[in-house]
């Protein structure tokens, strides 16, 4: 029911930074998770961020502790993830998903979507080189 279109890819430089936004539907679950992931080359699908439809505080994967913050405007319905100090090793391609949540933490909701259960965007490419 939950449609999402990613934005804001792009070429940057090393130590850079973007923005990347995720427009969702009204049509949201009523209890649901909402994340950022990604996927570089050769690798698995990769979590990012998540954050329920409830709450506004993230929590965060490995690779993007310290360097990436998700947000929501709830007005606009669009979630964003800042990225800074980008590295080559980041680049990919970033896609937003969300699933229904049920009773899991949002921690298990991340899992399990990082294995690729969910409703996702097209994805955005981002490209960090010199």
């Known amino acids: 029911q939950v449609q999402l279109v990613e934005s804001g890819g792009g070429s940057v430089h090393p130590g850079g930074s973007l923005r990347l936004s995720c427009v969702v539907s009204r049509h949201f679950y009523t209890y649901s998770v909402i994340g950022w992931f990604r996927e570089l080359p050769g690798k698995d699908l990769e979590a990012l961020s998540c954050?329920?439809?409830?709450?506004?505080?993230?929590i965060y994967g490995e690779s993007a502790k310290g360097r990436f913050t998700t947000t929501r405007d709830r007005v606009t319905n669009v979630v964003y993830l800042q990225m800074n100090n980008l590295k080559p090793e980041d680049t990919g391609v970033y896609y937003c998903?969300?699933?229904?949540?049920?009773?899991?933490?949002?921690?298990?909701?991340?899992?399990?979507?990082?294995?690729?259960?969910?409703?996702w965007g097209q994805g955005t490419h981002v490209t960090v080189s010199t």
């Open positions: 954050l329920t439809s409830g709450a506004d505080d993230p």
């Open positions: 998903g969300t699933m229904p949540m049920g009773s899991i933490t949002l921690r298990e909701a991340m899992a399990e979507m990082e294995k690729g259960t969910g409703s």
